[in-house]
């Protein structure tokens, strides 16, 4: 599970038997510490895999626009737009 916990408001409902029932444990993490535990390699893995993840399954994303790795700068000023909605997904 993939959760941007802190960028909500809301809470995050999951109910104990969905964890229990299955033996299931839910751990959190967050970019600093992802950053400075992992390898530099892992890291550009990881990437990768989140970067096919999205565009893969981006019909499962409200998609606030995609850009071509060239306007990544027109892409962050997107992204960090004051009520903005949806992702922003940037392509090779």
Not at 9 to 15: A, M
Not at 73 to 79: F, Q, V
Request: aromatic share 4%; proline share 7%.
């Amino acid at each position: 599970m993939v959760v941007y916990g802190r960028m909500a408001d809301e809470p995050i409902p999951v109910h104990a038997s969905a964890l229990l029932d299955r033996g299931l444990t839910l751990r959190g993490a967050t970019i600093g510490r992802w950053v400075a535990t992992t390898t530099p390699e892992q890291r550009a893995s990881d990437t990768r895999t989140a970067g096919l993840i999205a565009q893969a399954l981006s019909d499962h994303f409200d998609v606030a626009a995609i850009y071509p790795i060239g306007e990544l700068s027109d892409a962050i000023r997107h992204a960090a737009k004051p009520g903005k909605t949806g992702t922003v997904l940037v392509r090779p």
